[in-house]
């Protein structure tokens, strides 16, 4: 399962990828597909861990990473 609530993003999978579609408009949906792995640390009320971004594929194309920043490119 995963939530958001406008100022983060959690989720609770056990596979270390999820599916996002933003909608842009009535004739306009793009697609991220996340992939991240599980860091072993007790963090954010979890003591299981947390889940790290390690890619971001947007409408099929890997996004261009700048620092801790991932940049889609329509």
């Known amino acids: 399962m995963s939530s958001n609530d406008g ?13 996002f579609y933003l909608r842009l408009n009535s004739f306009d949906t793009d ?5 991240y792995d599980y860091v072993k640390y007790k963090c954010c009320k979890s003591p299981r ?6 890619g971001i594929r947007y ?15 329509k």
């Open 7 to 19: 100022t983060k993003f959690q989720s609770r999978l056990v596979i270390p990828v999820d599916t």
């Open 49 to 54: 861990g947390y889940g790290r971004v390690i």
């Open 31 to 35: 697609t991220l597909l996340v992939n």
């Open 59 to 73: 409408n099929g194309v890997n996004a261009r990473k700048d620092g801790d920043t991932y940049i889609f490119e």
